[in-house]
Nanobody, 115 residues
């Protein structure tokens, strides 16, 4: 049974940094593309980042390029999102997802950017 559990969210000031984690279980983590997606209040689910099974290939949506970095540790079955220079526009619930941006995902972790 696929299980994804996000953590690391919280309140952060504009310009600050935060690292999100996602613990994966119930499947062969190292064989699957993984994604970070987010949903801001009143908005649709938005793809943020993706990473290939080996971690060699990554991509990010334009609004976070140069600020966010997706990574993974296949030995620990963990996915990460390093968030730097955050703005209020980054306030959302962040989810990790398996296989696609609309694939199975966890319960999410809230990120609030506010002074």
């Amino acid at each position: 049974q696929v299980q994804l559990v996000e953590s690391g969210g919280g309140l952060v000031q504009p310009g600050g940094s935060l690292t999100l984690s996602c613990a994966a279980s119930g499947f062969t983590f190292s064989s699957h593309w993984m994604y970070w997606v987010r949903q801001a209040p009143g908005k649709k689910l938005e793809w943020v980042s993706q990473i290939s099974p080996s971690g060699a290939y990554t991509d990010h949506t334009a609004s976070v390029k140069g600020r966010f970095t997706i990574s993974r540790d296949n030995a620990k079955n963990n996915l990460y999102l390093q968030m730097n220079s955050v703005t209020s526009e980054d306030t959302a619930v962040y989810y990790c997802a398996k296989n696609s941006a609309t694939g199975p995902r966890g319960p999410g972790t809230q990120v609030t950017v506010s002074s």
